[in-house]
Structure formats: structure tokens, C-alpha cells
């Protein structure tokens, strides 16, 4: 099993949409969390960054975490084609010197 | 301002050559990691430096991986006698602690 797990999708999604990705994690000393926007052959961008639990919002994002029940969140609001990519979740933490242990990234597609 | 940047974008090499990648973290930062991102496997962690020194390199794949980081900032990566596994995009991030990570566009590795 992966430390991170999350659906690869694919999501589609109408324009306008509030769009809810998810992960789950195994490793209870991961503290940071970090949600990424990954266009076709680009690097990856940082959304959302967040510090145990909580939430935290930006625009028509927003992070959630729940250490509890190791679940991480993110939600779009007023979706639009151009949020259309790979996102991807990043956690860190204990010992591990700030590296990030991925999920699989979801595809989203937001049509018009 | 300027973000990270990777070199060259694209690399196509023979099976046995040797390359190298580099990496020209965001002035200031004193974290750097190399990932690596592949279709099969997601992005993996490759190796981490907190200035200079590498205090993590756990997550690289054989002793033909090697890397160095000169001065606090470029980084290379090295990849001697290259196999047709290693194709792949080798990202670089880089932190100004080690908690947010800003990623370049990466390196895109093709082994014949």
C-alpha cells in the first residue's frame, strides 16, 4: 500500500462546477501538506499549502485537513476549463527532512 | 521574480551514455530535491540537500545516480550508463526551509 493514495480519476466536470479532490495517507508523522497543478509537460505549481490541521483558503481554493482521520482536501469553486490538468498531493514531515511523498494525481477536465 | 530552472528541457541519449541535469534552484533557498516522475511510478524522491551537503539520498535508484550541489545553489544531477528505465522527467524543487517546495519545469529524459 502507498503511503498516499489518491483516485487518478479521470474527473469531468462542467464549467462552474465545485470540484472536491482527495487524499488519504498512511504515515501519521507527515505534518505539511501540499496541494500541486500540473499542466500537460510542465512542472509541477504549488495551490495550497497547509501545516497540520485545518483549513486554509485562496481565491476559489481551499485545503483541508483532517490529521484525525489522515484525510487531505481540496476544493474549486466557480470551476473553468482552464483549471483543467493533473493535481497532485505532497506530504512531509517527521524525518524525513521536508521530502515529499506524492499521490498519483488526479486528472481533472473542466468543459465549457 | 525568477523561478527554478532546469537544463536542458529535453535529452535524448543512448543506452550507456552518461548525462547530466542541472538545476538552478530560486536564489536564496537552501533546500533543494530532485524528484523523478514517470508514468508507472508518479513522482518519486530522488535526493535532498540543505546546502552543500546531502543528508538524504535514499530515494536514489542505483549507484549510477549521483549528485552534487555547488555553492548553496546549481545542482546536478548525474546518470552514468543510462538504461531505457531511466527514461523519464527529473524535476528539481527548491525551499526556503524545508516545507514549501517550488518545482522547475524539468528535465525530459529519453534513453533509446
Known amino acids: 500500500q502507498k503511503e498516499v493514495e489518491q483516485d487518478p480519476g479521470p474527473l469531468s466536470v462542467p464549467e462552474g462546477a465545485i470540484v472536491s479532490l482527495n487524499c488519504t495517507y498512511s504515515?501519521?508523522?507527515?505534518?505539511?501538506f501540499m496541494w500541486y497543478r500540473q499542466y500537460s509537460r510542465k512542472g509541477p505549481e504549488l495551490l495550497m499549502y497547509t501545516y497540520s490541521s485545518g483549513n486554509k483558503e485562496d481565491g476559489r481554493f481551499t485545503a483541508q485537513v483532517d490529521k484525525s482521520s489522515k484525510y487531505i482536501s481540496l476544493f474549486i469553486r466557480d470551476s473553468q476549463p482552464s483549471d483543467s490538468a493533473t493535481y497532485l498531493c505532497?506530504?512531509?514531515?517527521?524525518?524525513?527532512?521536508?521530502?515529499?511523498?506524492f499521490g498519483q494525481g488526479t486528472i481533472l477536465t473542466v468543459h465549457p | 521574480g525568477a523561478g527554478v530552472s532546469q537544463s536542458p528541457s529535453n535529452k535524448v541519449t543512448e543506452k550507456g551514455k552518461d548525462v547530466e541535469l542541472r538545476c538552478d534552484p530560486i536564489s536564496g533557498h537552501t533546500a533543494l530535491y530532485w524528484y523523478r516522475q514517470s508514468l508507472g511510478q508518479g513522482l518519486e524522491f530522488l535526493i535532498y540537500?540543505?546546502?552543500?551537503?546531502?543528508?538524504?539520498k535514499s530515494g536514489l535508484p542505483s549507484d549510477r545516480f549521483s549528485a552534487e550541489r555547488t555553492g548553496g545553489s546549481v545542482s546536478t544531477l548525474t546518470i552514468q550508463r543510462t538504461q531505457q528505465e531511466d527514461s523519464a522527467v527529473y524535476l528539481c524543487?527548491?525551499?526556503?526551509?524545508?516545507?514549501?517546495?517550488?518545482f522547475g519545469p524539468g528535465t525530459r529524459l529519453t534513453v533509446l
Open positions: 524543487a527548491s525551499s526556503p526551509r524545508n516545507n514549501e517546495q517550488f
Open positions: 505532497g506530504c512531509a514531515g517527521g524525518t524525513s527532512y521536508g521530502k515529499l511523498t
Open positions: 504515515n501519521s508523522a507527515f505534518q505539511y
Open positions: 540537500f540543505q546546502g552543500n551537503s546531502a543528508p538524504d
